[in-house]
């Protein structure tokens, strides 16, 4: 599996951990294979706000994620003070409901055209 992920990678086709810090995930995926990106499990960003653990792990996931040169996505962000928390932590990423829900083909390529230009820049979805 390194091998083909080291192969893909150099392509320019990169791998992310998903659902980093639950299930099967691990930090030996970091060293052992060319990762580009951890998505932080939504189990943890969802309940960050009410739960000071959470967020030190969401927290401490993104500085380690820095430290190794890697981009961080938070999963499953519902709500703009989330989404707020996340930019001051320094979160590259944010997916979830608070930019939008899940979307038929017509309309995400729709949302996408709409937004083609803050893709990557999420404080427009910041109130």
Known sequence: MKKV???LSELGIYASVDDFGTGYSSLSYLSMFP???LKIDRTFVGDM???PRNHSIVRSTILMARE????T???GVEDDQTLQMLKKDGCDIAQGYVIARPL????FIE???AHAAQVF???QFMK
Do not use: C, K, Y
């Not at 190794?68 to 981009?71: A, E, P, R, W």
């Open 5 to 7: 992920l080291t192969q």
């Open 35 to 37: 990762i580009r990106e």
């Open 49 to 51: 706000l009410g739960n």
């Open 68 to 71: 190794l040169g890697l981009v």
């Open 73 to 75: 996505v938070a999963e």
């Open 104 to 107: 038929p083909e017509a309309e």
């Open 111 to 113: 949302f996408m055209r």
């Open 121 to 123: 820049d999420i404080s």
